[in-house]
């Protein structure tokens, strides 16, 4: 990555005598005369890595130049300021309006070199990790597609609580995405580079899940031959999620809201706490607070989860998202089965189901559907979907007759289907969806009779 400094002084030979010292640890060495100039260089060409600052200039000083700079949102990198001994109180004033460090004139060849060195390495760790935390951005905003209201709207929830410290409990049909959802609250965060660490709540019963959560000592249980540092502490400052918290027995309960009050873990066997600072953010499928009344859920611990909390909708509320989403899984497997494309049948078959296991659901459904098509396959029809899309509840009353029996005697049940379904489409003018509504069947089931008996 490039680097650049800019070098303000009114004297031209020290700006020079000071290029020369830095020309192997930047690429662009740019100069102003004074302040004025140095201005109109930031609103053109925007900030360099580092400024160098005289501080007597005419026409405008190094300090009117900074105060300046900063009220107009220009100053976005470190400033050295180099001034004589008897100049120390403006000096002083200069750190006072963001100035990082200041070189006593004259400038020791060897300290100028280190001081910027130093600074040019920090700008260059700022720059990687602004792009990787750009790179999580859009990771996160990748996973969680959508164009919905909904999702726009959990989308910005997350940009905003992403770097709060209160924990968050999202709520959720199984298969909408909450695990998503918190990795994304991760994402977005200041901890994105410490562990994201998850708590499977619906597996770690049993006797060792207090081990398993907040670790143990060598010795503290039969079978405990090492130390273990425990899920909760091997996050360091990161992410805990527990997934399904709805599930943790009420023993367990008890003792991750002492810690979640305490905000410290004492594995077992040990007489030492040892400080969490990992960010808690726990999800359930279940209403907690039913759990609560039924005795199931600890209500103090709800409460203590429950400062923010997210609901993320069921695939059926947001129907205006299931192409984009098939679409996504459909390129995700493209590669590897060869289908391209949605027909607009199918697209129709996956909108009029209701998808009770969510998007989880639709990718398996979509997946399946490329794995059972011909290898030649370049769209991908309705009739390939699984049958359970296609045959939903309301399909399964039998077909209705829309014509008198009179006229079609001794037929079999194949050719009862296709003249009920030409007679309905006839009465219809070929409009699919009320023929489907006359038939009493699902329109994808409709379309797929449609071409099984040729009508098309």
Known sequence: MARSILLIDDEAGNRKALG????????????????????????????????????????MDGIEFLRQSKEQGLLKC???????????????????LGANDYIEKPIEPELFRLRIKNLLEKQDLHRRNDELQ???RESAQRRLLGNSTAIQNALMSIERLANSTSTVLIHGESGTGKELVARSLHDFSERAMDPFVVVD???????????????????????????REGLMLSAGKGTVFFDEIGELPLEMQAKLLRVLQDRQVRPLGSTYYRPLSARIVAATNRDL???????????????????????????????????LLATH????????????????????????????????????????????????CESLDADLLPEEILLPNESMKPIAVVVEQASFPL????????????????????????????LGIGEATLYRKIKEFNLN
């Open 78 to 96: 470190p400033v050295v300021v180099c001034s004589a001994n008897s100049e120390i109180q403006r000096a002083v004033d200069a750190m006072k």
């Open 289 to 323: 607070m039913d759990e609560v009344r039924a005795g199931r859920f600890r209500e103090d611990l709800y409460y203590r989860l429950s400062i923010v909390q997210l609901r993320l909708p069921p695939l059926r509320e947001r129907k205006d998202d299931l192409e």
């Open 134 to 136: 750009k790179q999580l």
């Open 201 to 227: 709540c619906a597996a770690v019963h049993g006797n060792t899940i207090e081990a398993e959560l907040f670790g143990h000592e060598r010795g503290a249980y039969a079978g405990a031959d090492q130390k």
């Open 411 to 438: 037929l079999s049940m194949r050719e009862l289907e296709q003249q009920a379904i030409t007679r309905a489409l006839e009465f219809t003018k070929s409009n699919r969806r009320q023929a489907a509504e006359i």
């Open 329 to 376: 899984f459909l390129n995700k497997y493209a590669n590897e089965y060869g289908c391209h494309e949605l027909t607009q049948q199918a697209v129709n078959a996956l909108k009029i189901y209701d998808w009770p296991g969510n998007v989880r659901q639709l990718e398996n459904a979509i997946h399946r559907a490329m794995a059972m098509a011909p290898k030649d």
């Open 20 to 59: 020369r010292l830095l020309f192997d640890l930047v690429d662009h060495v740019f100069e102003a005369s004074d302040g004025l100039q140095a201005l109109a260089h930031l609103k053109e060409h925007g900030s360099p890595d580092v400024i160098v600052l005289d501080l007597m200039m005419p026409r």
